[in-house]
């Protein structure tokens, strides 16, 4: 499991609104592979504004500025990977030779690529839409650390 620690941003019955920091040097530490917060990063597309901000079920009371921790497995994080890298590179490939089998233009042919791998990205978005509704895509709180954690960011 990747671990992270969050701050509460807000809380109300039983979901929390939670924020992660991603550090300076995400983009060149060699611990980026087994991050928590490089990978909710990646989980939540953010990777320029230096947090991430998404709602989290928990199963105790907490207040503005608590300081928990939270994971995600990593069997999520492989099936997101294998979705979002190798279904469009494969549907890339597969419609080059299959197309080039069949047509002669490479005008037609270069838009029959395009066509085939746009849709594999709007299916890959039917399905990243469906597994988000799936209890293993979502981080998971695991303890509070500490009471009130005074943040400075506006």
């Known amino acids: 499991m990747l671990i992270e620690t969050a701050v509460v941003a ?10 992660c920091e991603t550090k300076q ?12 917060a490089a990978a909710l990063s990646e ?9 991430l901000l998404f709602e989290i079920a928990v199963a105790e009371p907490l207040r503005q ?31 080059t030779v299959v197309g080039s089998l069949y047509l002669d233009n490479e005008l037609i042919l270069a838009l029959f690529v395009l066509a085939m791998t746009a849709l594999a990205f709007v299916g890959i978005k039917k399905i990243s839409d469906r597994l988000s509704r ?8 695991l303890r509070r650390l500490n009471r009130t954690f005074r943040h400075d960011r506006p």
């Open 65 to 95: 500025g608590d300081l928990i921790e939270i994971g995600l497995q990593e069997k999520s994080m492989l099936l997101s990977a294998m979705l979002l890298y190798i279904v469009p590179l494969t549907a890339l490939l597969l419609s």
């Open 43 to 51: 989980l939540n597309g953010s990777k320029n504004d230096g947090s």
């Open 10 to 19: 807000d809380y109300h019955n039983g979901i929390a609104k939670v924020r």
């Open 134 to 141: 799936h209890a293993l895509y979502q981080p998971i709180f």
């Open 25 to 36: 040097g995400c983009g060149g530490c060699a611990a980026r592979a087994g991050c928590g």
